[in-house]
Structure formats: structure tokens, C-alpha cells
Nanobody
Framework: VQLQASGGGLVQAGGSLRLTCAAS????????MGWFRQAPGKGREFVAG????????TYSDSVKGRFSISRDRAKDTVYLQMSSLKPEDTAVYYC?????????????????WGQGTLVTVSS
């Protein structure tokens, strides 16, 4: 069971980044996937989720309209396209596999987690 998140880095406010989460086939192809983030001194926050077939997506209010989640089931990969980044988006971003076919906002409903990738947005 492996999830590998990548694509983080330092970007100026207003810029864009794309995060990638590569998952092993047997853990993710029929499961929902989610992105969460954790800023220093704060709890883990749901960012975006996508259903097993990509037909359903959900976003937190703080990123709606700026972030977009997608997946390529053939490559067992999930993406998070982040645009119009703000300093408050600075956090470690984690991808995770849902226990079900969908992607709830509750992190306890996810059973496999990647190692995280750091996103830093400068003002």
C-alpha cells in the first residue's frame, strides 16, 4: 500500500501548482481519493475529494473555484491543480484513499495516506 505525493514547492501569491498522487492499483482504483492539508499548528483540513470514477468531486469552501481535483484511473494517479494561490494555502498537502467509493470530508474515513508534500505560498 503506497501513495506518493509530489509537486509541492515555493510559489508566489497568485501563482499555480499541480500536485500529483501516485497510488498502487490495488489500493485505489475502486476507491474515492482525497487531498488534505495541515498548516503549522493547525489540524488536518479537507481540501478536495473525488469519487472512484471521477464523476463526483467536492471541495472545501476555502479552495472552491481555485483548486481542481482530477484522476486518471489508467495511471492510478490523482491530481490537484491549484491556482490563485494565497499565503493561507501554505501547508503540507496529503493525499489519501477513502474506505469507500466516494470521498467524504472526514479524514477518519480514509485509511491510506501519502507522506505529504509541502506547499509554501509567499506574499
Amino acid at each position: 500500500v503506497q501513495l506518493q505525493a509530489s509537486g509541492g514547492g515555493l510559489v508566489q501569491a497568485g501563482g499555480s501548482l499541480r500536485l500529483t498522487c501516485a497510488a498502487s492499483r490495488r489500493t485505489s482504483s475502486n476507491n474515492g481519493m482525497g487531498w488534505f492539508r495541515q498548516a503549522p499548528g493547525k489540524g488536518r483540513e479537507f481540501v478536495a475529494g473525488i469519487s472512484w470514477n471521477g464523476a463526483s468531486t467536492t471541495y472545501s469552501d476555502s479552495v472552491k473555484g481555485r483548486f481542481s481535483i482530477s484522476r486518471d484511473r489508467a495511471k492510478d494517479t490523482v491530481y490537484l491543480q491549484m491556482s490563485s494561490l494565497k499565503p493561507e494555502d501554505t501547508a503540507v498537502y496529503y493525499c489519501a484513499t477513502s474506505r469507500t467509493s466516494y470521498s467524504p470530508a472526514d479524514y477518519s474515513r480514509y485509511n491510506y495516506w501519502g507522506q505529504g508534500t509541502l506547499v509554501t505560498v509567499s506574499s
